[in-house]
């Protein structure tokens, strides 16, 4: 009879131990998807992708150095290096803005290890030595995904983009 409760008492502290899991799951979920927890991670990944459109849209020689340190918290490395090459001639010759930038933020699911992010944004694009200057409307779609508690840009497309050019 011993063996017999012994037995029935480890089942017990089993159920018990996985309802207990069950619930801090259930738990994080609540907290991660109240009004609450889904606007903090709504403004996380819109600060995150206004850090990423910063860093790889916006080129000039001032800055160079903290963009590309802010975009190693954001950026894969492959993105990376895309944006931040070795060479930072093209820094000298152009200067770049953006402005007008809106972001779309695919709707958040708990235990979600991928979010798409579309940005829109007016993008100028400043010659130096002529002063010519190409301005574009860009819809960019980043691709985040969450790496421990973070997450990072691991592809990003132009979908679209729309520009002229004005000669001063």
């Given amino acids: 009879q011993n063996r017999s409760e012994a037995e029935e008492m480890k ?9 207990k899991k069950k619930n801090e799951n259930l738990q994080t979920r609540v907290e991660m998807f109240s009004p609450t927890g889904r ?5 996380t990944m819109v600060k995150d992708a206004k850090t990423f459109v910063n860093s790889a849209y ?13 975009a190693k918290n954001i950026m894969s490395r492959d993105l990376l290096e895309r944006y931040f090459p070795a060479d930072t001639t093209y820094q ?17 699911r708990p235990d979600q290890m991928t979010i798409d992010v579309i940005v829109k944004f007016q ?7 002529t002063g010519n200057v190409d301005k574009s409307e860009i819809f960019a779609l980043i691709k985040f995904k969450k790496e421990g508690d973070k997450w990072v ?14 000669v001063n």
């Fill in 11 to 19: 089942k017990v502290e089993e159920e018990n131990l996985e309802l």
């Fill in 39 to 43: 606007e903090e991670h709504y403004n």
């Fill in 58 to 70: 916006v080129q000039q020689k001032e800055g160079y150095e903290e963009r590309k340190e802010r």
């Fill in 92 to 108: 000298e010759q152009v200067k770049t803005r953006i402005s007008n930038d809106q972001y779309f933020i695919q709707e958040l």
């Fill in 123 to 129: 993008h100028e694009l400043e010659y130096i030595s």
């Fill in 153 to 166: 840009a691991k592809e990003v497309q132009d979908v679209d983009a729309d520009s002229h050019t004005l």
